[in-house]
C-alpha cells in the first residue's frame, strides 16, 4: 500500500446456504483468491454461513489482520464483512428500520435484517483525513414494477443511508460507501446517494463522457457491457446468468466516495473468471468490482455543495412520490390480503378440527397430518394478521416514517424557496398556504405549511 493509496474491491458473495450452487467450493476459492491478492480493503455481501467466514477468516488472517464479521437479524445476520490491512478505530452495525415483510419469509430480506456496516478506519498518515467505510446490501428486487420491487423499501434506504454519509463528511471523514445497493444509476436511490448524500460514482468519474447509456449498453457484446460499462450482475458471462438478455446486465456494485477528500485513478470488475474443473462456474452471481483511491488531505472548511436547488426540488419530490404511492397502493393491498388470509385460515382450522373426528375412526394416522396442517395454517394466520411491521414501519402514523416524510417536507420547502428566489418569484406567491390533500398543489403547499410549523 502507497502513502495515499488505496486499493479496495466489493463482492457479492453468493453464500445462501442450501439455495446456491458449490457455495461451499466458491466461497473457498474466493477466499483463496483474496488470501494472495494485494488489495487494502475488502467489503464482502452475502457471507451467511458461519463455516464460509471461518475459512475466509482463518485464509486471510495474514493479508488482512484485521477482519470483521457482522452479526444481526433473526437468521444468519447481513451476511456484510470486511477484511482490512488498517487498522480499525471503530465499527458498528445499523439496521434498516424499513427492509421487507415477514409475511415474505420465503424472500429472507426480513429475516437476515438488512444494514449498513460502519467502519472508522485509522488515518492513512497524519495529513489525511480518518476513512469511514460503508458497506450495505440493500433490499433486493423481485419484480420491475409493482409491490414486489421493493422500490420503496430501497428509497428508504438510500436515504437512511444519505443521512449517515452527510454525518460522516461534515464530521470530516472520508466517506466511502460500497456493497451491492440492488438499484441501477439513474434510479432513486441512486439519486439519493449522489444528490442527497452528496457521493460520487468512482466508475462515473473515471469514464466521464466516454460512460454508456443504458441503451447503448443493450447493444453491446458482452466482454465490452463488462470492460466499457461496469456490469456486474446479468452479464451472460456469469455462468449463474447464461440466458439473461442483453438488455437485462446492469451494474448493481458500486464504490461511491466523497470527491473532496478522494481521487478514483483506476477502477475495473474482477472475479470474471471461472473456478477450475471440475466445477468450472462462476465464483458469484455477480462479478467483483475493484477501485484504486488516492486520499487526500481534507480541506475542513470546503462543504461546497454542488447540487443546485432545482436538483433537489426534483430528488424530494421523486422520493415524496415514491412513499406516498406506497401508503397509498401497497399497505391497504397488504392489509385487506391480511385480513383474508386471517379469517380463512380460521374458518379452515375449525373445519379440520371438526375433520380429526371423523377421520381418526377411519385411519389413526390421519388426525395426526391434520393436525399438523392445522397448526401450520393457524402459525400463517397469525403470522400474517399479528406481525405487521412493514405498516408500522411505513405507514403514515409511524414515528419513523412520518419523521422521513416531515424532513423531505421541510427540505424540499428550502430547496422550494430557493428555487423561487433564484426565478425571482413574486414573495407574496411564497407565502403559506393551507394544505389540502385534494388540490392539485398540495405537495408544495404542504412543504411550505410544514415548514411554519
Known amino acids: ?14 453464500g445462501l446456504k442450501y439455495i446456491a450452487k458449490h457455495r461451499k467450493a466458491r466461497l473457498r476459492w474466493i477466499a483463496n483468491q483474496l488470501a494472495s491478492s494485494d488489495y487494502d480493503v475488502v467489503a464482502l455481501q452475502e457471507v451467511w454461513v458461519e463455516e464460509d467466514w471461518l475459512y475466509i477468516d482463518e485464509q486471510c488472517r495474514l493479508e488482512f489482520p484485521y477482519r470483521r464479521l457482522f452479526r444481526s437479524g433473526i437468521v444468519a445476520g447481513p451476511g456484510l464483512a470486511i ?28 429475516l437476515v435484517g438488512k444494514s449498513i456496516a460502519i467502519t472508522i478506519l485509522e488515518p492513512l498518515t ?5 476513512i469511514a467505510l460503508l458497506n450495505s446490501h440493500m433490499h433486493a ?24 454519509v452527510k454525518t460522516l463528511k461534515q464530521a470530516n471523514y472520508a466517506v466511502i460507501q460500497v456493497g451491492d445497493l440492488n438499484s441501477k444509476p439513474g434510479l432513486l436511490p441512486y439519486k439519493l446517494f449522489t444528490i442527497e448524500g452528496g457521493l460520487a460514482d468512482s466508475w462515473e468519474i ?25 456490469v456486474t450482475c446479468n452479464s451472460v458471462f456469469n455462468t449463474w446468468h447464461p440466458h439473461r438478455k442483453p438488455h437485462e446486465a446492469c451494474r448493481l456494485d458500486y464504490v ?3 470527491s473532496q477528500t478522494l481521487t478514483p485513478v483506476l477502477a475495473a470488475v474482477r472475479f470474471t473468471e471461472t473456478l477450475p474443473p471440475p466445477i468450472s462456474c462462476s465464483a458469484s452471481d455477480h462479478f467483483a ?41 401497497t399497505i ?89 428566489c433564484s426565478k425571482h418569484i413574486n414573495p407574496e406567491e411564497t407565502k403559506p398556504r393551507k394544505y389540502d390533500e385534494k388540490s392539485k398543489d398540495s405537495y408544495e403547499a404542504k412543504a411550505a405549511y410544514m415548514a411554519t410549523r
Not at 403514515?396 to 419523521?403: C, F, L, Y
Request: hydrophobic share 40%.
Open 1 to 14: 500500500m502507497e502513502k495515499h493509496r488505496l486499493r479496495l474491491l466489493t463482492l457479492n458473495a453468493w
Open 83 to 110: 477484511l482490512l490491512k488498517i487498522p480499525i478505530n471503530n465499527s458498528f452495525l445499523y439496521r434498516f428500520p424499513i427492509n421487507g415483510r415477514p409475511s415474505a419469509f420465503f424472500r429472507g430480506d426480513w
Open 126 to 130: 497524519p495529513e489525511t483525513p480518518p
Open 141 to 164: 428486487p423481485y419484480a420491475s414494477l409493482g409491490d414486489a420491487a421493493y422500490s420503496t423499501h430501497r428509497a428508504c434506504q438510500a436515504w437512511d443511508m444519505a443521512k449517515l
Open 206 to 230: 473515471l469514464k466521464g463522457d466516454r460512460n454508456p447509456l443504458p441503451e447503448e449498453i443493450a447493444r453491446m457484446h458482452p466482454g465490452d457491457q463488462i470492460l466499457k460499462a461496469g
Open 256 to 258: 461511491l466516495i466523497d
Open 289 to 329: 468490482f475493484a477501485v484504486d483511491l488516492v486520499v487526500n488531505k481534507r480541506d475542513v472548511t470546503n462543504h461546497h455543495d454542488d447540487h443546485s436547488s432545482e436538483e433537489l426540488f426534483s430528488l424530494y419530490r421523486e422520493t415524496h412520490e415514491e412513499i406516498s404511492w406506497y401508503l397509498r397502493e
Open 332 to 420: 391497504p393491498f397488504q392489509a385487506n390480503w391480511r385480513k383474508y388470509h386471517f379469517f380463512i385460515s380460521i374458518i379452515l382450522v375449525i373445519a379440520i378440527h371438526v375433520g380429526i373426528t371423523f377421520a381418526s375412526q377411519r385411519q389413526a394416522w390421519s388426525s395426526v397430518l391434520l393436525s399438523l396442517a392445522s397448526t401450520l395454517i393457524a402459525v400463517s394466520a397469525m403470522s400474517k394478521h399479528s406481525i405487521s411491521s412493514d405498516r408500522k414501519s411505513i405507514s403514515s402514523d409511524n414515528t419513523e416514517t412520518r419523521s422521513v416524510i416531515s424532513s423531505l417536507a421541510l427540505v424540499k420547502s428550502k430547496a422550494l424557496n430557493a428555487f423561487k
